[in-house]
C-alpha cells in the first residue's frame, strides 16, 4: 500500500479505529486495517493508496468532516474511493437520528452518498466533489442533476420538511445528485405538505437557469402530485 499523503485524519485512524496491533504492524498495516474496518476496502478488493485530503474540520453546525481518497483494486480493476467522515459533534443519538432521515429520504427515492459505515459516532460516505451552485450554472443544465433536484423538491415539499434552502444540502458527482445534509437544517417530516423547497427551487433556478423556470414549475406540479404521501407509522419511527 503506498501512502501519498498523511496527516492527522490518518493518524486519527491509526490510533483510534485499527484493531489494537499484535506485534509490531508497522503504520502502513495499521492504516490498512483500519480502512478495512471502516468498510472503505471491501471483501475481495487490495488496498493501493491512501491520500488523505484534510482532517476534521467543522465546516457545518453539526459536524466535523475530513476528507481522503483510497484506490483499491478489485478484479484487475483499480477503483478511486474518495470519502468523507463527518464526526458528528452530538454523538451517537444525533448519528441515529440522521441515518434515519437518510433512510427515509432514500425511500421516498431520494439519493444518497454511498454509506461504507458508522464508527464512533462518525458518519463514513462517499464524497461528491460539487455543489449544485459549482455545477449546474455551468451550462449542465440538461443533465440528470436537474431532475434529481426537481424531484426532490416535489418530495421534501409533499413530506412536510420544513427546509430553508435545501439545495444547500445537496452535492454532485457531476452526474446525479445526492442529499448530503441530514441535520437540523432537514428538521422532520410535518403532516401538511409545504412549499419550502419550490421558493429555493424557484430562486436558484431565476438566477441561474431563468429560461427553464416555467418547464421546471411543470415538472414539479407531476412529480409532487406523483410523491406517495408520508404514513403516521413511517413519522413515529423516525423518532
Ligand atoms: N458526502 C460529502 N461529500 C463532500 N462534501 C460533503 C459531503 N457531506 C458533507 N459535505 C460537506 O461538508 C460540510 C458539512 O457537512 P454537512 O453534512 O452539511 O454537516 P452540517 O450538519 O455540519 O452542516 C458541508 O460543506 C458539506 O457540503
Ligand atoms: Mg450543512
Redesign the pocket.
Known sequence: MQIIAAGGFAEYLVDKVAPPSVGYDSFEQQLSAALVRLGLVKPGELLHSFEEWHNYE??????Y?A?AQVVVEHAGVLIERPF?S?AVINGQETVNRMLKRRAFLRACGILT?ELYSVHAACIN?????Y?IQQHLPQGHADSNVLQDLVHAAAVLDRQGFPTFNYIL?M?TDGHRA?Y??????LWDPAENPVSCALAALMAFVKRHLPHLMEEIQRTYALLREAARPFSAGQSASLG
Do not use: N
Open positions: 467543522q465546516k457545518g453546525g453539526e459536524t468532516v476528507a468523507v463527518k452518498p460516505e462517499q464524497y461528491l466533489p455543489t444540502d452535492r445526492h448530503v445534509d441530514f441535520g437540523w437544517d
